[in-house]
């Protein structure tokens, strides 16, 4: 089955959980559970040829005009990372179903991780590196939702908070380094991409590209110095650090590390970078998780060390060591995942995580006890289990490694301190929670959990126990399949056997858990060495960062933003005068070549009244109701220089906008002074006078250098292909309903959520109404005029009928659906205005919004239907007929396109201008004392 619907499945998920939460919270749960199955069974089928060394793609149109387009591949290592979040997300399913309360909102819990989920798994597929970027971010924004959902609590909204500004600054930095790798290697593709790594590692944009790609990913995979973050979202329920940050969004960044390994490794800096900032995160991460108290807190500390050891094997930059990296993947993904859960379960059913209190809790939950003890066991790299077999490849890949020439000895003595840590907080989880004597001060006598509750740490913990005694028959070949996708080459020799005789790693390995004896039985000794350091709370540190951030930003946002567009309009020209000063300062080479046209009489007396109408509005600016005239004549000017160039549809489509806009205008007015106060001293008038004259001789400098050039424009190919391509001869409206049909679907969308929205602040809206004019001349009481009541219903029909014609001639002759909707919107609030609002509500049952409703549908669906015939979104389709009497005639879809349009545009002219004028009539809304 195509990879498509590996992602489409959890995607369409998502809705599942917000209407199946009314069958019960089982049901529920279920039903959630169904689709991301199936996306897992889909992988499961494509896994045996993946495991044969193939690739299996797939891909969809997205953007055909860019070279844009859906791509998904999946190969050894997407399989490995498709099979962990899949698989651990359908036990975390059935783990939230009982540890959530029945307060929680579960449809809302399930409906994020399910877009979590498909986000992770959206990563891991693509095969478009900018198409991994989108799903990049969709996983820092789930995850905030994730993190922040009992957003009651201030740990909560503060946690979340501070998760999405590192991971999302590491995200832009990632984007920064993708444009970058896309530009060079000419193609976004990731195939393309692994195939030019040369190219990418020769270039001298290299350094830049890497530090950018990296800071992505150490940002998501908590490396420090950016580990702070992922210790405070913790306060997220348990079922999201199982799953955030332990199996998936954490690995994110080490899954980037992996995919790009090709590309970017293979030099002393991504040694350098790479493999110091691991060991720097294993030590930290290792050393802070013994002092912990919070059981999430040491597991939350002991992920950044894990982490760590995982970057630093990929930073060593030898083959053995990339294979020892993606084993460890996989352990840690199931003993980490599983002591979450389990230390979900404890607090669960004891209501506390202070291992200060929990003592002794094997007498009341061994069989949890059990399970939680056998997964740390694991992480501390008891032999048997899976934690010891990746920690000896690690041992032993730290033992050959040169890149520090004679201090490279420092790397496996560091590392051995980190696995003595390691044993050390292990031992302490199980030590101090299960045994050390009897629960102190709990919320509730602790017991087992429901039976269900317990099954995906049983799952995970026979995992830990399989890999660990027979790993050749449970992983080996997912494991080799993986680490020949990360080293795009043949996977160099190497062993999962349990015993390998006595050598320098089991040394390593025993001086480790030796280590971590004496550690764990010298506690007190170290607990008090680090009491004497104060402690730092990374939440507040942040948090006041951020207020002192905001103090500054403010300050520059109070300095800009200070109300006054004539400052604002300041700010913008002079700063493109600065840009466009030393190139324009080349005059001589401004004019052209191309001989001008003579200008004859109607076009210089155009030009004057159009300088002319200018000058007035500038002039009488404060005087608004004269400006608005004066502004009139400007675009009634510039909708004859339309027609005089052959342009009549812009002719017809500003005529059009002018009137509407002049009614709006009108009534705008209407509700403010009738003047405007004087406010620009004169030196700030011969201020904005030389400013204003400058851009102007700008834009004259460089449309007199357009105008003197010959050029070539695509006009050419919509002249060209208008009628064959679009079966109209006008091409303005051909472009519009077909070749760009979808920016006009996009237009009319703003234009209806503006409406909307300029509906929803007006419809409650609150005036005072003016009673007479600024001379206190009071309005007169013919409101509504009986010469203009009846010229406008005679008209009426008249304005409609010329609307349906202008409406049918549009795709072969100037019109269309916008200048038809316009004119329509025009002859209807005429009736308004002669008639008034009672008039018109009696008379005319029109719902505006569903106007705009059914426009937007109808585009859409016309759209659509190009895909019953295979073709892509907004295809349009023509053709001739013949009828007897009528003749031959042509119709063609676009029609129904520009029917949405139509309906959109009166619509959203209507409701605006409608509802605006309610404000002058006595269906306004009225306050309560007016009311009274």
Not at 168 to 188: K, P
Not at 322 to 340: C, D, G, Q, R
Request: glycine share 8%; hydrophobic share 50%; charged share 10%.
């Amino acid at each position: 089955m195509n990879l498509i619907w590996v992602p489409l499945l959890p995607l369409l998920g998502t809705l599942v959980p917000l209407f199946s939460e009314r069958f019960g919270r089982t049901a529920c749960a279920w039903m959630t559970a169904i689709l991301p199955a199936a996306a897992l069974l889909i992988v499961l089928n494509h896994a045996p040829d993946i495991l044969s060394g193939q690739t299996h793609f797939s891909s969809l149109p997205w953007i055909p005009a860019l070279g844009l387009e859906l791509s998904f591949r999946l190969d050894g290592l997407a399989l490995l990372f498709a099979l962990l979040i899949l698989g651990i997300g359908l036990l975390i399913i059935l783990y939230a179903r009982y540890y959530l309360s029945s307060k929680d909102s579960m449809g809302r819990f399930y409906s994020y991780l399910i877009l979590f989920m498909t986000a992770m798994v959206g990563i891991v597929l693509s095969n478009n590196i900018l198409q991994l970027w989108v799903f990049w971010e969709l996983t820092s924004i789930s995850s905030f939702l994730l993190i922040s959902f009992w957003s009651n609590k201030q740990e909560a909204r503060r946690g979340a908070r501070m998760a999405l500004t590192v991971t999302g600054a590491g995200g832009l930095c990632l984007l920064a380094g993708v444009l970058l790798i896309g530009n060079l290697v000419g193609s976004f593709d990731l195939s393309v991409v692994l195939d030019h790594a040369w190219k990418i590692r020769s270039s001298e944009l290299y350094p830049v590209i890497l530090v950018l790609v990296l800071l992505g990913a150490f940002t998501k995979s908590a490396q420090f110095p950016f580990h702070f973050w992922l210790p405070h979202a913790m306060a997220a329920p348990t079922p999201v650090s199982a799953y955030l940050h332990s199996a998936t969004m954490v690995k994110a960044g080490i899954f980037l590390m992996a995919r790009f390994y090709p590309v970017l490794s293979g030099t002393d800096m991504w040694f350098l970078i790479v493999s110091l900032t691991g060991l720097a995160t294993l030590l930290l991460g290792a050393y802070f998780a013994l002092f912990k108290h919070d059981l999430k807190g040491l597991l939350a500390y002991s992920t950044i060390s894990h982490l760590g050891l995982i970057t630093l094997l990929l930073g060593m930059d030898t083959k053995l060591a990339a294979v020892a990296a993606i084993f460890h993947i996989i352990n840690h993904a199931t003993f980490k995942a599983s002591l979450f859960m389990a230390a979900g379960i404890i607090d669960h059913e004891s209501g506390s995580r202070d291992m200060r209190k929990l003592n002794g809790l094997w007498k009341y939950m061994p069989y949890t006890a059990t399970l939680a003890m056998v997964a740390a066991s694991a992480m501390a790299g008891v032999p048997l289990l899976n934690g010891f077999l990746s920690k000896e490849m690690f041992f032993s890949e730290t033992l050959h490694q040169s890149s520090l020439g004679s201090l490279s000895w420092i790397i496996p003595v560091l590392a051995t301190c980190g696995g003595v840590f390691s044993v050390a907080y292990s031992l302490r989880f199980i030590h101090d929670v299960f045994f050390n004597g009897e629960p102190i001060d709990l919320p509730r006598t602790p017991h087992e959990p429901p039976r269900y509750m317990k099954l995906p740490v049983e799952i995970l913990v026979a995992l830990c126990l399989l890999v660990g005694v027979i790993p050749g028959y449970v992983i080996g070949g997912l494991l080799h399949s993986a680490s020949a996708a990360v080293l795009q080459g043949i996977v160099p020799d190497y062993s999962l056997a349990i015993w390998h005789g006595f050598n320098l790693p089991l040394t390593m390995s025993i001086v480790a858990f030796v280590g971590g004896l004496i550690i764990y039985s010298n506690r007190k000794v170290l607990f008090q060495f680090h009491a004497q350091f104060p402690e730092s709370d990374a939440k507040e540190v942040f948090e006041h960062a951020m207020k002192r951030l905001m103090a500054v930003c403010q300050r520059i946002y109070g300095w800009l933003e200070n109300g006054s567009l004539q400052r604002y309009l300041l700010l913008m020209f002079s700063f493109t005068i600065m840009l466009l000063a030393r190139p324009m300062m080349q005059l001589s080479d401004t004019a052209g070549f191309r001989q001008t046209i003579p200008a004859d009489g109607v076009v210089i007396t155009g030009a004057v009244l159009l300088i002319l109408g200018a000058f007035a509005t500038v002039i009488w600016h404060r005087k608004r109701m004269i400006a608005l005239l004066t502004l009139s004549i400007v675009g009634l000017i510039v909708s004859i220089a339309f027609a005089r160039f052959s342009a009549p549809d812009l002719a017809l489509t500003q005529l059009s906008v002018e009137v509407v806009t002049i009614i709006l205008l009108m009534l705008a007015l209407f509700f403010l002074p009738q003047k405007t106060p004087k406010e620009s001293s004169p030196h700030r008038v011969m201020r904005d006078l030389g400013v204003s004259a400058m851009i102007g001789g700008v834009v004259g400098t460089l449309c007199y250098a357009l105008m003197t050039r010959p050029h070539s424009t695509i006009s050419d190919f919509f002249v060209a292909n208008s009628k064959t391509g679009g079966g109209g001869t006008n091409v303005v409206n051909v472009i519009l309903v077909d070749f760009r049909g979808f920016d006009t679907l996009g237009e009319i969308t703003v234009l209806g959520i503006a409406a909307l929205g300029i509906f929803k602040l007006i419809n409650r809206m609150r005036l005072f109404m003016p009673s007479g004019d600024e001379r206190g001349r009071p309005w007169s009481s013919d409101r509504y005029p009986m010469i203009l009541a009846v010229v406008s219903q005679l008209l009426l029909p008249l304005a409609l009928l010329v609307s349906v014609y202008i409406f049918l001639r549009g795709h072969n002759m100037p019109g269309g659906g916008f200048i038809a909707g316009l004119i329509t919107s025009v002859a209807i609030i005429q009736q308004y205005v002669a008639n008034g609002v009672e008039f018109i509500k009696n008379r005319l049952k029109l719902n505006y919004q569903w106007l705009i409703g059914s426009g937007l549908l109808i585009a859409t669906l016309t759209g659509m239907g190009s895909w019953l015939a295979g073709q892509p979104f907004l295809t349009s389709w023509f053709d001739h007929f013949h009828l007897p009497v009528i003749g031959e005639f042509e119709l063609a879809s676009a029609m129904l396109f520009d029917l949405g349009v139509y309906l959109t545009v009166i619509g959203a002219t209507l409701l605006i201008l409608a509802n605006l004028g309610k404000l002058t009539t006595t269906e306004r809304p009225m306050h309560k004392e007016e009311e009274s």
